[in-house]
């Protein structure tokens, strides 16, 4: 008999990420429930397990993976950990619900995706910009012809730096600015305009604030051309101040659409005392500031994972798969590729390296 | 034994605000499921059933009432109906959610909450804005202390006139703009504060461009003291072009915020060919426009209808009562009274008319 | 003959609106140029010519008016001192621009007039409103038709409190918020209009910041009905944080406009290291703000003193004049008396005492 | 004896540009008069003389160059005579103000360079972005140290095509969108980062929308690295529905500004009935809109024909050269040679065609 009910849940992590999953399951209840969470610094999951009423707590993911009840299993650890995780959990038969980006090459994400095939799971890829209100909306209105052909579809997601220290550090996040933020607009662009083939790919990468921290790009621009003819922008940055910035806009021979998911949604504030939190990575509550509202909601966090756990049970089709996430892997590749050779590159593109980064890296100052 | 499991809800009504009830339980349906609708005219219930997947059908609200699984009702009906329906679902012993404004007199108001106590069933008082995410986060950040003392709120409400015919009959609608709008806004500004006793009220009204088509006011300016020295501004019309506004702002002597739900909200958004739906009462999708998203959540709508369902189960506790819906109501009576006789009226008032409306009307061209 | 060339200007006073004067002059000099500067305190006429390069400096007024060439004086000193001066100006043969408000009484207001009229002069009120850029704009699609009947007037002008001391002083001011800032949404409301009679006025007041340093109003909302149907409705404050604000709204049965001169204009700005200027009244430039640019031409001031040099080479008709001032004063008076009766007054007020605060101080907690 | 007074101005063209620059002149006019307008279409120079009381007219610009008393004469006829006529100018003894883009060749620009300093006139180059006073805010900002050192600066024009059939025509054109609007934004980023050299430049083009008016590029990306580490990324469209848009945005490691002169500026205003104008480009002013307000003087016509005036007089240095004008029409090249080959093009490009659309066109679908 197939299982009914709630969808029990494993988080594999306990810092910043794994927080944004149990809060999104915890704000839609109805189809899934968090059991347990795995982290191996010794009392990170019992924090987060006590924040959020979470039952069972392990040290070793592994250990979680033979709890005989849990279905899915989301993970939130550092980017060349998702291959081996997720490979771990499908043998275990669970289903994977794996962060951005997929992994670190492509044969990773190939052996990720035919593992989860081989044994009948889904592999989940949390790219939440398919669900985030604002953007769908977006999509929305051009599905029902409201922009006519889409010419342009640009995203941008800028910040000063991420929330923890591995992401400087290339050995375990693969590449920089681009590969951490560039992922979701690469996916979005992909996504919005109904997942044309990549033609070719152009990207701009720097490091211009945080050369200190990170031999990685703190600073992308990324054009790419589409099958069908139309162009992606994407601009990440870890060096804008102010707070979290993502937004979109949309360009068609028909019109023209701005989301703006910050200072587009903030209610503009000024406080000479400061207050309890504005938004994701905010400098400061004091003076003028762009509080936001509902941050996970906003973002589309619960309603990505209810999306997942309802997979899980057959009652909807997988909407951002292994497969998007390889797309993007390799977009990412020939991203840093071409700011290496100061070309565009054509797709589909062929690594050289074993992580996206050393494509520019390599190629740099020569 | 108590009951457990979801809420079993029924719904009185079957038009715009019966779909929002019915669209906010479906959104997050953790809590409650609505398995029955009552309408007097045929086909109209069965509508709704069929949009909903709702299994029972009435013609007759109070055949819906005998079902004994059904443990809430909401109503949906208009005004001058409200304190007979809440009257006859407290006797059959079920739970009460009551749209706003909560009726037509303080003797109504106080049969109301003197029924449903002696049953010993709730009386939820439907006032979204205390639910709002926006405003939730507005009152956050002054109840964390960001302003310092709050001296001023301003809440405003606009559009170009309701969606159902009876708003117009001062019969069934008791008001115009300020009680089926403002309402709200007094409500917010009270709340907001904290509840602090309303001291006095001033309203200006008129009837600036339906007079063809109602008697009541489709323009209001309400001014409030209340007792902890604040005051609030409530602007209200039925007479705004440009599809739905609705805006909050704090003041407080250290700081301010701004709260705009609608154009604060929005993706701007150019179509030359237009598009499925932008905002409640948008006049065209065609040229520029400011499309929302997630509309019912975004006023609130599902984060209410839950709350009252954890209400009954006893999880929360009510945030909106019919004593708020009653001191709306004496508020209502008042400002119509002040815009009859040119002057602030001191709280508590008592009324001298059977209808808000009337307080105004009998003195007006005196 | 009569004179020709650009016309010869004297300001009196040296602060911070004689400077904005001065600069004002300096940015459209075509028409005139300032020739001369008077202020009682040593240094600071010196100081305010050195940095326009005004050739003639003087501690007494009178001394000025005695200058042959000068052809217009610009009153900029407290309010209790406008009439003398501008009455001694007349008498001196020259064109007057007194700032607002007009002055203390009516009878002072009657006295002002007749006696420009009886030496010849024009008596420019300086209601900057009337000529600021995006206001007129706004009056503009007015006027050819974009809102159909104007049915709401909203204006509001909001700061933490004026620049000089003596505005708190209410021997010296004759009233607060309402006073110094309300004058300009009466006037605004009233021209936007097309000047139609006042017949109502009802306002709210209160002192909730700064009741250490003054007894006037740092808070005003204030209602008027004018004889064509309209409505104005006019917002002031000296206890609104984060800098000066400057809004107006126009709603009318065909339509809707906004316009903010402040936020609605700005280039919104995160500094981690500040800079120069954001803003008249700005607390910071660290951290977010709202920068405005050409803040004098933005607000009106050029293209006002221009209008005014033009007007006395006869090349333009006075759009805003002595009279107009004085409907202004008359509202103000009746306004304090409402505030302090508790009821909407009917124009024309007849003032009971002779500073407009006086109104409602002389009433309140009775 | 150097000439004194108002610099005598005239006019070659009587369209758009011309109007502007007319408009320009009428409103700072302390330094310099119209007094001439050629134009080789009959009636049109007429037509523009008459709306702005410009006394002489003449069919043949070379017979208005015979005019003695002119000093500076403005170009506003399409790109290909831009150079045969400033040489022409500055043959005559009079000073050039040439509209963007300067010209269609290097040999051009340096011949035209060359002309004017053997000559001893002023070659002014009409970059209006160098005056719009909100971009000179946002560089004032900036020198003053607002965003730290400044790492990327954004630049977007975009509209849904020019004004002049002759736009569309790439014999006189010379470019598309790119070579229109882009000409703006490269020498905006140019200028905002204090002139340092070009690095590099790659472009992305297409042809997205009006193929069938022009082979001429509509949609333009430009990405440019500048010698001192800053990157530009300029975009530009002539594709982009629902009237002008003109948008800049500055990254610092301290800091960042938005500063939009459009949406960011305007009154949102909707109308039932439309009015008469919003904004350049503008398709319609029923519904909502995005009306602007002194159009000219936002864009800072008006202050960059005072500055050349001045400059005539030797009160000022000119800020916008010839010299200006030739490194944006290298970049020109070298940005539609980067579109042509895939890759991004090292500065000093070299040219290899005669006109800079043709580096695109001649290597496109190779």
């Given at each position: 008999m197939p299982p009914s009910g709630k969808v029990k849940v494993g988080i594999i992590g306990s810092q910043f990420e794994a927080d944004i999953h149990a809060a999104g399951f915890q704000l839609m209840p109805e189809e899934a429930e968090v059991v347990a969470v795995a982290s191996p610094t010794p009392g990170n999951a019992e924090s987060l397990a006590k924040r959020y009423g979470i039952p069972r707590v392990f040290l070793n993911y592994r250990d979680m993976l033979?709890?005989?009840?849990?279905?899915m299993v989301t993970i939130t650890a550092p980017n060349s950990l998702h291959a081996q995780m997720t490979i771990d959990i499908a043998i275990a038969g669970k289903h994977v619900v794996c962060?951005?980006?997929?992994?670190?090459?492509l044969a990773e994400a190939d052996e990720m995706i035919d593992t989860c095939k081989r044994k009948g799971v889904l592999l989940a890829y949390a790219e939440e910009l398919f669900f985030t209100p604002k953007y769908v909306k977006a999509k929305q209105m051009a599905d029902q012809?409201?922009?006519?052909?889409?010419y342009l579809v640009k995203q941008s997601e800028k910040h000063?730096?991420?929330?923890?220290?591995?992401?400087?550090d290339m050995e375990k996040a693969g590449g920089g600015a681009l590969m951490d933020l560039g992922c979701h607009g690469i996916a979005f662009a992909y996504w919005f305009l109904g997942r044309p083939a990549i033609k070719s790919i152009y990207a701009h990468l720097a490091t211009n604030v945080h050369a200190a921290k990170t031999k990685g790009d703190d600073e992308a621009l990324c054009i790419i051309e589409f099958e069908n003819g139309a162009t992606g922008l994407i601009e990440n940055s870890?060096?804008?101040?102010?707070g979290m910035s993502d937004r979109s806009e949309i360009f068609g021979e028909g019109g023209v659409t701005y989301a703006d998911l910050h200072m587009g949604n903030a209610l503009p504030t000024y406080s000479e005392?400061?207050?309890?939190y504005a938004v994701e990575?905010?400098?400061?509550?004091?003076?003028w500031s762009y509080p936001v509202f509902e941050e996970h909601w906003n973002y589309g966090i619960p309603q990505e994972m209810r999306h997942f756990a309802r997979c899980v049970r057959g009652k909807e089709t997988l909407q951002s798969t292994g497969e998007d996430g390889r797309v993007v892997m390799q977009a990412l590749y020939a991203a840093y590729a071409s700011a290496g050779l100061g070309q565009k590159v054509q797709m589909p593109y062929k690594p050289?390296?074993?992580?996206?980064?050393d494509e520019w890296l390599n190629r740099k100052g020569k």
């Amino acid at each position: 008999m197939p299982p009914s009910g709630k969808v029990k849940v494993g988080i594999i992590g306990s810092q910043f990420e794994a927080d944004i999953h149990a809060a999104g399951f915890q704000l839609m209840p109805e189809e899934a429930e968090v059991v347990a969470v795995a982290s191996p610094t010794p009392g990170n999951a019992e924090s987060l397990a006590k924040r959020y009423g979470i039952p069972r707590v392990f040290l070793n993911y592994r250990d979680m993976l033979k709890e005989p009840d849990i279905e899915m299993v989301t993970i939130t650890a550092p980017n060349s950990l998702h291959a081996q995780m997720t490979i771990d959990i499908a043998i275990a038969g669970k289903h994977v619900v794996c962060e951005k980006p997929l992994c670190m090459t492509l044969a990773e994400a190939d052996e990720m995706i035919d593992t989860c095939k081989r044994k009948g799971v889904l592999l989940a890829y949390a790219e939440e910009l398919f669900f985030t209100p604002k953007y769908v909306k977006a999509k929305q209105m051009a599905d029902q012809g409201a922009f006519g052909k889409v010419y342009l579809v640009k995203q941008s997601e800028k910040h000063f730096g991420p929330h923890s220290p591995w992401f400087w550090d290339m050995e375990k996040a693969g590449g920089g600015a681009l590969m951490d933020l560039g992922c979701h607009g690469i996916a979005f662009a992909y996504w919005f305009l109904g997942r044309p083939a990549i033609k070719s790919i152009y990207a701009h990468l720097a490091t211009n604030v945080h050369a200190a921290k990170t031999k990685g790009d703190d600073e992308a621009l990324c054009i790419i051309e589409f099958e069908n003819g139309a162009t992606g922008l994407i601009e990440n940055s870890w060096a804008r101040r102010g707070g979290m910035s993502d937004r979109s806009e949309i360009f068609g021979e028909g019109g023209v659409t701005y989301a703006d998911l910050h200072m587009g949604n903030a209610l503009p504030t000024y406080s000479e005392y400061g207050f309890g939190y504005a938004v994701e990575k905010a400098p400061s509550t004091q003076g003028w500031s762009y509080p936001v509202f509902e941050e996970h909601w906003n973002y589309g966090i619960p309603q990505e994972m209810r999306h997942f756990a309802r997979c899980v049970r057959g009652k909807e089709t997988l909407q951002s798969t292994g497969e998007d996430g390889r797309v993007v892997m390799q977009a990412l590749y020939a991203a840093y590729a071409s700011a290496g050779l100061g070309q565009k590159v054509q797709m589909p593109y062929k690594p050289t390296t074993n992580r996206p980064v050393d494509e520019w890296l390599n190629r740099k100052g020569k």
